[in-house]
Each structure stands twice: as C-alpha cells, then as structure tokens.
C-alpha cells in the first residue's frame, strides 16, 4: 500500500483549501493551512469553516493513521480567537481508542502558539482497511 502520507494526498478538498500534511502517525497528525484572502469572512477574520476544514483534516489523518477506515460520527469546535493571517497548525492526538470507537482532540494554533480553536471528534472504526480503499479506487 502507498504511505499514510500519499494516502491523504489524494484528498482533493484539504488540496482545493491549502492544507498541507506536516506529519502523521498513527493517532497523531499534524496540519497546516496558509490563510489566504479566501479564508476570510465578511469581518476580515479565519471564516470558522476555514478552520473547521484544518482541524477535520488533522482528525482523518490521525484517526486513518492505524491503517482502517475511520469516519467521523460526532464533532465539535469551540473558537476562542480570531485571526487573520498567517499559518494555522493544527495537533491532532488521539486520547481514546477501542476497536470500534476513537476519540480525539485538535489544538488549532496561530504562528505565535497563541490558541485559535479545539476541536473535539469521534470516529467509528470500520473493518476495512485503507489498503482495500485504495485498491477499490475510491
């Protein structure tokens, strides 16, 4: 099977948005997004689902990592600063697993380390292996 890495370069969305996989493993990710002036609301500031977008993908790159599909079932953000400009990392950590449920938490951070948002999910962990995803074709 291709790496984790190449995995996740297929997601044409992250792509489409700027996101850029720093580094993954299995139960951690890390992301990062330039802000672009697409980015941004009507107020000037990171559009929530911007962010959002950051943080998901860090949490499927995480969660993905143990080489099973996982999908996210419930999800959650809390936004406590605005930003916008600038580079967004975003830390995801997996602090639950059993074989079929999986949670983890995503620290989205400005280029100071100063704390935009945290993201919390759930996934389901299916039976199917990426390698039979990536073999599909889907």
């Known amino acids: 099977m291709e790496s984790i890495e190449q995995f996740f370069q297929r997601d044409q969305y992250a792509k489409h948005c700027g996101i ?14 330039r802000l ?4 941004l609301n009507a107020v000037g500031s990171a559009q929530g689902g911007a962010i959002f977008t950051l943080a998901d993908f860090a949490f499927a790159a995480a969660s993905n990592a143990h080489g099973t ?5 419930n999800v959650s953000i809390t936004y406590l600063k605005g930003v916008q400009s600038g580079v967004l ?3 995801a950590r997996e602090v639950g697993l059993n074989p079929k449920l999986g949670s983890y938490t995503v620290d989205i951070r400005d280029e100071t380390s100063a704390l935009i948002a945290v993201f ?10 990426l390698e039979s995803v990536v073999q599909r074709g889907s």
């Open 89 to 91: 990392t975003a830390e």
């Open 20 to 33: 850029e996989l720093v580094s993954v493993s299995p139960g951690r990710a890390v992301a990062k997004m």
């Open 69 to 73: 599909v996982a999908v996210g079932i």
């Open 36 to 39: 672009q002036p697409w980015h």
């Open 120 to 129: 919390q999910g759930l996934v389901y962990r299916k039976s199917e292996s």
